[in-house]
């Protein structure tokens, strides 16, 4: 492999640090995305209980309302809906207070997936950046300039460059795409959820509004 990277010449390098960026970004979205990790175990129950105690002119603590929202990452939507009640606001009110908490939880979800996104289309471009370099050695190896009679050995540096950097750009670029698009579709999958689950709540906590968020 280390002899592929020297043979790929300079022009690889910033392929391969993009890649490690890449590669982070996947694992770190594909770890952080998981239902079990926005949704643990235990977190929708907490949270309908509460509202149930709520509805029922029960008293809740503000601590078990802090502790729900340090549960899982959309846990403060869910608390803050609930504190909403609690604090005695209006159903429009806690609407609006909930829009604005969902537009931040909704930036988490997509957090990371525009520089994949960038990722995905630079590759191609420094590939093709690579792909120049390599032609520029072939130019100069068949004494353009000078008039010389060539030299095979960069020739076929020049070659290796131009080919090289060509593969390593798309080998990057198809699957950044791709993990792209997975993990596009798995943040809006898991916005939906959170999005029904709130709703759901705002109902229970609600009953009389038309709203839900």
């Known amino acids: 492999m280390y002899s592929i990277l020297l043979s790929a010449g300079w022009p690889i390098w910033p392929l391969l640090f993009i890649s490690i ?7 770190e979205r594909a770890w952080y995305l998981r239902r079990i990790h926005l949704f643990p175990k235990g977190a ?9 105690q709520l509805t029922a002119g029960k008293t809740v603590s ?31 009110i ?30 191609p471009l420094l590939g ?16 353009v300039i000078d008039g ?12 290796s460059i131009a080919l090289y950097n060509t593969a390593f750009g798309l080998l990057i670029a198809i699957p950044a795409l791709a993990a ?9 999958q898991r916005q939906h959820e959170c999005e029904e689950f709130t709703r759901q709540l705002f109902k229970k906590l609600y009953p009389q509004s038309a709203e839900a968020p």
């Open 94 to 123: 806690a609407f609006e207070e909930i829009q604005a908490i969902a537009q931040t939880t909704w930036l988490k979800l997509e957090r990371y997936l525009g520089a994949l996104a960038t990722i995905a289309t630079v590759a």
């Open 148 to 159: 010389g009679a060539g030299n095979p050995q960069q020739l076929a540096h020049g070659i």
């Open 128 to 143: 093709l950046f690579g792909t120049v370099v390599g032609m520029i050695e072939i130019f100069g190896s068949q004494g």
């Open 21 to 27: 960026i890449g590669l982070a970004i996947i694992l």
């Open 44 to 52: 929708l129950e907490a949270a309908f209980s509460l509202g149930d």
């Open 62 to 92: 503000e601590a078990d309302i802090t502790a729900l929202a340090q549960l899982s990452p959309m846990g403060p939507l869910f608390s803050g809906l609930l504190r909403e009640k609690k604090s005695g606001s209006s159903a429009a």
């Open 180 to 188: 792209w698009r997975g993990l596009r579709a798995m943040a809006n």
